[in-house]
C-alpha cells in the first residue's frame, strides 16, 4: 500500500507568516508521530498522536507550534509567527500498533521549511 | 533522559568492502530498543535494523548486522559487502519501553557514509 505522504515538501515563508504542514499516515496506522530535523542534525520529537488523541506534546518548542489530528488520519502541524530558527525539515511517521514496540515507525518524506 | 551519541561525522568506505559505525548511548532504562534508520539523500527515513536490549543475541538483516554491548551501551552496526546504494545518512535510535514513553525515538546526530566504487 501507499506510505505516508507529506506536503507540502517544499515550504518557503516570510517570518510572522504562519504554516500549515500535512501528514498523511499509512491508512489504519494508530500511531502518528512529527519530528524536527534541523540541517545536519538527528530528528527530534515534536508529538504523539493515537488515533485523535495527543498523547505527547513535550517536544513542541513554544506555543507557536500546535497539532491536530482530529478524525484520526490526516495530520496537521501549524507553525505561526514564523521564526528563522523555524527552518528545519519536518519529518511525519505512523506505526501501527499502539503498544507494539515491535512495531516499526515509517516515515514521510518530510517537508522542508525555510523562513525568510 | 536519554541520549545517543555518534562521534563519527563521515565515513567512507570501498565498494565490496565492510565498514562499522559506532554509536553509544546512555539510559538508566533496563529494557529498549536500539535502531539504525538510513536517510538516503531523497530524506525518507528507512529502517535498517532493531536490537531488543533484552536479547543477547546480536540482530542480522542480511549484509547489515549490528554489534550491542549492553553493559558498555554501545551499538554499532557493520555493513558487509558495502554497495553504492548503502551511500546515506545513517542515524542510531533509542526507544524507550516505559509506559507513556510512547515508543518516542531518541536519534543521534547521525554519520555520512559514501561508498567509493
Known amino acids: 500500500g501507499a506510505g505516508v505522504s507529506q506536503s507540502p515538501r517544499y515550504k518557503v515563508a516570510k517570518r510572522g507568516q504562519d504554516v500549515a504542514l500535512r501528514c498523511d499516515p499509512i491508512?489504519?496506522?494508530?500511531?502518528l508521530f512529527w519530528y524536527q530535523q534541523a540541517l545536519g542534525q538527528g530528528p527530534e520529537f515534536l508529538t504523539y498522536?493515537?488515533?485523535?488523541?495527543?498523547?505527547?506534546k513535550s517536544g513542541l518548542p513554544s506555543d507557536r507550534f500546535f497539532a491536530e489530528r482530529p478524525e484520526g488520519s490526516v495530520s496537521t502541524l501549524k507553525i505561526q509567527r514564523t521564526q528563522q530558527e523555524d527552518s528545519a525539515v519536518y519529518l511525519c511517521?505512523?506505526?501501527?500498533?499502539?503498544?507494539?514496540?515491535?512495531?516499526?515507525?515509517?516515515f514521510g518524506p518530510g517537508t522542508r521549511l525555510t523562513v525568510l | 533522559a536519554q541520549t545517543v551519541t555518534q562521534s563519527q561525522p563521515e565515513m567512507s568506505v570501498q565498494e565490496a568492502e565492510t565498514v562499522t559505525l559506532s554509536c553509544t548511548y546512555d539510559t538508566s532504562e533496563s529494557d529498549y530498543y536500539l535502531f539504525w534508520y538510513k536517510q538516503p539523500p531523497s530524506r525518507q527515513m528507512i529502517l535498517v535494523i532493531r536490537q531488543e536490549a533484552y536479547k543477547q543475541q546480536n540482530a542480522t538483516e542480511n549484509r547489515f548486522s549490528v554489534n550491542f554491548q549492553k553493559a558498555a551501551k554501545s551499538f554499532s552496526l557493520k555493513i558487509s559487502d558495502s554497495q553504492l546504494g548503502d551511500a546515506a545518512m545513517y542515524f542510531c535510535a533509542y526507544s524507550s519501553l516505559l509506559t507513556g514513553a510512547n515508543s518516542k525515538l531518541t536519534f543521534g546526530k547521525g554519520i555520512t557514509l559514501s561508498v567509493r566504487p
Open positions: 498522536f493515537q488515533n485523535e488523541a495527543q498523547l505527547d
Open positions: 491508512s489504519g496506522h494508530v500511531s
Open positions: 511517521a505512523s506505526r501501527d500498533k499502539t503498544g507494539g514496540y515491535t512495531d516499526t515507525q515509517y
